[in-house]
């Protein structure tokens, strides 16, 4: 709790500054470490605060807005810089399609708390949402075995072990999903809702979370570190012997 009131505080003061005309481009590197990892119940503890100073909130959004957006610009430049065949950009590409299932998966959790009972769509849905997140398995596996051996060799492996163990953590609570989406309401819906929503928060924020460090410092890291002439080529190859994501289309 404390570490989410010093984020909270940290956030009021960035949007004050923001609001009193502070240098663009420092507001745009602070927001890039406050706003790292933050969870949802500091933003909605830094909207109360914001409210007791009589400030806007709506500053708030528009300070988070400001940051995605140079985020979107940060990864779209690294992008740019590579080729359209390599494993950096495929596996940024990737993502995209992981955070969308993401979005489905926060949304289908809302309306399931929101119902009596369990809607036979719905849990289609959630297998689905399930299946797409474990066929990126072998988007995990192309990092662990190809793309962070490299970032080991050079220096950043207790980097590295980190993303490695929260992909297991990650890997577990998806067949966990899955196995729910299997068994639906046998067990009873409360129980059933109960599940799912404890799932879908943690897969939620630590797999958006795990998307971001690895967007924003693991692979930008990679692109920088990784320059012998004619290994890119060589780790594309081993990428292709992995395979690549088969994601469902989501309707």
Not at 16 to 23: C, T
Not at 49 to 54: G, K, M, P, V
């Amino acid at each position: 709790m404390l570490e989410s009131e010093q984020r909270a505080a940290m956030i009021v003061d960035l949007v004050e500054r923001y609001k009193g005309g502070a240098d663009s481009d420092q507001i745009k590197r602070e927001a890039k470490a406050v706003f790292a990892f933050v969870r949802p119940e500091t933003v909605a503890l830094a909207e109360e605060r914001l409210a007791r100073h009589n400030l806007d909130p709506a500053d708030l959004h528009q300070l988070h807005r400001l940051h995605l957006d140079n985020l979107r610009h940060e990864l779209l430049q690294l992008q740019a810089a590579i080729e359209p065949w390599h494993p950096v950009r495929t596996m940024i590409e990737e993502h995209e399609q992981i955070l969308a299932t993401l979005e489905r998966l926060e949304a289908l959790n809302a309306r399931v708390q929101a119902a009596a009972a369990l809607d036979p769509a719905a849990r289609q849905e959630l297998a689905d949402i399930a299946a797409n997140l474990l066929a990126a398995e072998y988007h995990h596996r192309r990092e662990e075995e190809v793309v962070f051996p490299e970032l080991t060799k050079r220096g950043i492996g207790a980097t590295v072990e980190a993303m490695e163990a929260e992909h297991e953590e990650l890997r577990e609570r998806k067949h966990a999903l899955k196995a729910l989406a299997a068994r639906g309401a046998d067990g009873g819906f409360e129980a059933f809702r109960r599940e799912l929503g404890e799932l879908a928060a943690y897969i939620v924020y630590n797999l958006g979370d795990h998307i971001y460090k690895e967007n924003h410092i693991m692979f930008p890291a990679a692109v920088r570190l990784v320059r012998e002439e004619g290994l890119w080529p060589r780790l594309k190859e081993r990428c292709d012997e992995i395979g690549y994501c088969n994601f469902r289309k989501l309707h």
